[in-house]
């Protein structure tokens, strides 16, 4: 599953940052500002190689041997502790999952299919809660924490998407749920965004008209998303069983 292993064979000074979905989009923006910050880095992704390994070469050019890669389809449950696995022994610890892989897409009522339901309650819901379950003991150890990106549509739907909507509202109960459960030892937080990177095929008439409803009156950016991401890993030691909304104040705005 690993495309490559790391010379080191005992945990160092630096934490250590599972990314899923890590190559391309807010997962590389992440993988880059928390690398900065001092992280080893384990990206995650599927079907996106080339991208890894460009984003890979770049920041281990930073500073040697501090990211590798695992390829992985977290819809195959059975497959997710192998991946975690992996992850640990790079550097013999886990600190941070960050669940951010994602399939985002419209399923209407009257056209939704089981496939659709399949993938998106899969990627957004189920991989994340048995990603987090294989991960609990080595995060345990460490004191770690786990993020989870969610949506503001979980709380709001998004009209179109109504299976992307309730798997992002499941995982917001997940992030609540699993603070519960793996509290004292392990954080368990989540990151909300909003207007940060469009849809495909969506028109200027109605990026404009979304703006238009933040309070801040602008649109986001990933950096936003991975600043937020940062506080929760290193500077929200009291905190667990949050969401916080990244956007602008959409979410207050009717």
């Known amino acids: 599953m690993s495309d490559n292993q790391s010379n080191n064979t005992q945990a160092d000074k630096h934490k250590v940052a599972l990314i899923t979905g890590a190559a391309h989009r807010i997962g590389a923006t992440t993988a880059k500002l928390l690398h900065k910050n001092g992280l080893n880095i384990v990206l995650h992704y599927r079907n996106s190689r080339e991208k890894a390994q460009a984003l890979q070469q770049e920041l281990n050019a930073i500073r040697e041997n501090s990211v590798i890669l695992i390829q992985a389809d977290l819809h195959l449950a059975n497959g997710l502790p192998a991946l975690i696995e992996a992850a640990v022994k790079a550097w013999g610890q886990l600190d941070v999952l960050i669940n951010n892989a994602s399939s985002f897409y419209p399923t209407p009522i009257g056209k939704a299919t089981e496939e659709q339901w399949d993938d998106l309650v899969g990627s957004n819901l189920k991989a994340p809660f048995f990603l987090s379950q294989a991960a609990a003991p080595h995060l345990k150890k460490t004191k770690g924490c786990i993020v989870n990106i969610v949506d503001i549509h979980a709380e709001r739907p998004l009209k179109t998407f109504p299976i992307y909507s309730m798997a992002k509202a499941g995982l917001v109960m997940m992030t609540k749920a699993l603070a519960g459960e793996l509290g004292p ?64 104040g959409r979410s207050l705005n009717s």
């Open 185 to 248: 030892d392990v954080r368990v937080n989540a990151v909300a965004p909003g207007a940060i990177l469009w849809p495909e095929n969506l028109d200027e008439v109605a990026k404009q008209r979304i703006v238009s409803r933040t309070f801040l009156k602008r649109q986001g950016n990933p950096d936003d998303i991975a600043k937020t991401i940062l506080y929760f890993i290193k500077d929200a030691d009291y905190v667990t069983g949050q969401i916080i909304a990244v956007d602008g």
